[in-house]
Each structure stands twice: as C-alpha cells, then as structure tokens.
C-alpha cells in the first residue's frame, strides 16, 4: 500500500514530516481551540463593556459584604486551581502518575468548589434580590442578559473542565494516557482561570455597591 | 520517529518557586483591582485600569502557567497576532453601528 507513510517520507518538512512547532498535534490543537474560544469571549466582553459604560442606569448589586468578598474568594480558589494544575503537569513530566493524579483531583476539589460557590450567589440573586434574565429591580434590564449569559458561559467552562481532568485523571493513573495529555489538560484549565481574570474584575468590580 | 519522540519530549518550565511567585503576583494584582474598586473612579477610566491589570494577568498566567515562554517563538508568532488581528476587527466592525445607534436613542 502507497498510502502508509514510511519514516524516510516523513523527515521531511514538506511531506509532513516537520513540526514547525515543535510539539505533539493535541496540544497545537488546544491551544488553536483556545485562540477561538479567546475570541468567543472578547465579543462578550467587548458588547459588555460598551453596554456598560452607555447605559447610566446600570445595576449595582454587588456590595462588600457578602458578594464582593464572596466573588473575590471565587477567584482565589480558582487561581489556586490552577496552581495545582501546574503541580500535576509538573509531576506528569516526573512520570510520577500518583501524584499527578493526587493534584489533578486537587484541581477538580478547586473547579468543583468555584461552581457551587457561584451557584450559591446565583440562587441567592435570583431568588432573594429578583435578579433574572430579563429583569431587575435596580436599573436597565440589560444587565440580566449580560450577567447571567457571560458568568454562564463561563460556569459551563469550568465544569467541562472539571469532567474532562476527572477523565484525563482516570485515564493517565490507568497508563492510557501520557504526560501530554495531562498538558494539554492543564492548558484548558488555565484557559478557564485566564477568562475569569477578565470577567470578575469587568462583571463585578465594575458594579460595586458603595 | 524522531519528529514524534522530539514532540512528547518534556519542556524545560520554570520552577516550582517560580510559579508559586507568579501565583501570589496574580493574587496580589487581584487584590489591588478589588482596592481599585472602591475609589469610586469614573467608569471609563476604571474600565481602562481593569483591562490593563487585566491584560498583565493573563500575560503572566500564558507565559509560565501555560508554558509559552519555554515554546517555540514561531508558537507566540502564530497564535497572538492573529488574536489581536480578530480582535481589532471587532473593534473596526462593532463600535460605529454601536455609536450609529447610541445616537439613535431616545434620551
């Protein structure tokens, strides 16, 4: 069969054989995802701040105590998530596979808490200040749609994630799975951490209670 | 082979200490964008120090957290242009319809 590529064809860049990046296709292929998912989340912020800065009748709910230091918690937690991520692709790149997958589980403790944290303050605005989706008692009804939809989109990031280093943990303390992939992993981790570095300091700060 | 064992080769990364430092530096940037917020600044000049603390941030975070520092260059030169590429087409595409209807409204 012609089609199966010896390795003397592969050696050279321009039958394929190169790799201009010098790194396997999983990880380019994350971080091509990351660019766009980058991407996705600039129009939202980009809308948002606009949206923001024109409407003086904006909301803001968010007063000291309990939600600022409530979302301020959140992001520590998340950012501490991310520093046992790079523990665990440390500790991949040892072949060390028991303590990798000690920090990865450490890191989906952290995923896991963010997410309840945040749905906790969801119940709470929803239920106890009337803020939803389309409205709210304090200012212009956009802020429903921004709030929930931005934070939401996020959310949803920070549980794929926490499903995908469940599996990946599983798999690479299995031998399925190599230090790689723990990479690759860490990557979208620090993606998710890198989002909420802008949507807290946007969303939240931007709509402190005085 | 050769290309395939080179590509699952470990990265030299920065240290353990290194990142626990680039770590308290996120935090203590957060902290600051938190003090920041009760200034009471107005909204568009708060909005420009968020993005730009912001903007720090998430350098930090890609260079040693998600190891872009220890890649190769042609990496940065692939994935970052092209992001502030799409990004300025936004800009160009968004904010004079945006304007166009701001003046549109009734006050």
């Given at each position: 069969m012609q089609d199966v590529k010896t390795d003397s064809t592969l050696s050279s860049p321009w039958s394929g054989g190169g790799s201009p990046f010098a790194m396997g296709s999983k990880k380019l292929g994350m971080w091509l995802f990351i660019v766009s998912d980058t991407l996705t989340f600039s129009v939202l912020l980009i809308t948002y701040s606009y949206s923001r800065l024109t409407n003086?009748?904006?909301?803001?709910?968010?007063?000291?105590?309990p939600a600022i230091i409530f979302s301020t918690t959140m992001t520590v937690v998340l950012l501490a998530s991310s520093l046992t991520m790079v523990m665990a692709v440390m500790a991949a790149q040892r072949n060390d596979r028991k303590k990798t997958v000690l920090w990865m589980v450490a890191t989906m403790i952290g995923g896991l808490l963010f997410t309840g944290l945040h749905l906790t303050e969801w119940f709470n605005m929803i239920t106890?200040?009337?803020?939803?989706i389309t409205g709210n008692?304090?200012?212009?009804?956009?802020f429903g749609a921004v709030f929930f939809g931005i934070t939401g989109l996020h959310m949803t990031h920070v549980m794929i994630g926490v499903i995908y280093l469940g599996i990946v943990a599983v798999g690479y303390g299995r031998g399925k799975f190599s230090a790689e992939d723990v990479e690759v992993n860490g990557l979208y981790w620090h993606f998710v951490d890198l989002v909420w570095m802008f949507v807290f300091p946007l969303i939240y700060l931007m709509s402190v209670k005085y | 082979m050769d290309t395939h064992a080179h590509a699952e080769e470990a990265h030299a990364g920065a240290s353990v200490g290194l990142n626990i430092a680039i770590w308290i530096g996120l935090v203590a940037i957060t902290g600051l964008e938190v003090f920041l917020?009760?200034?009471?600044?107005q909204p568009t000049v708060m909005l420009t120090i968020l993005v730009v603390l912001s903007l720090v941030k998430a350098g930090m975070i890609m260079a040693f957290f998600m190891h872009l520092k220890y890649e190769k260059f042609s990496l940065v030169l692939l994935l970052v242009p092209a992001m502030i590429f799409c990004i300025c087409m936004m800009f160009i595409f968004f904010f004079p319809e945006a304007f166009r209807l701001l003046q549109l409204r009734p006050h």
């Open positions: 003086p009748d904006w909301p803001r709910p968010f007063p000291i105590n106890k200040e009337h803020f939803t008692p304090e200012g212009t009804p956009l | 917020a009760y200034e009471q600044l």
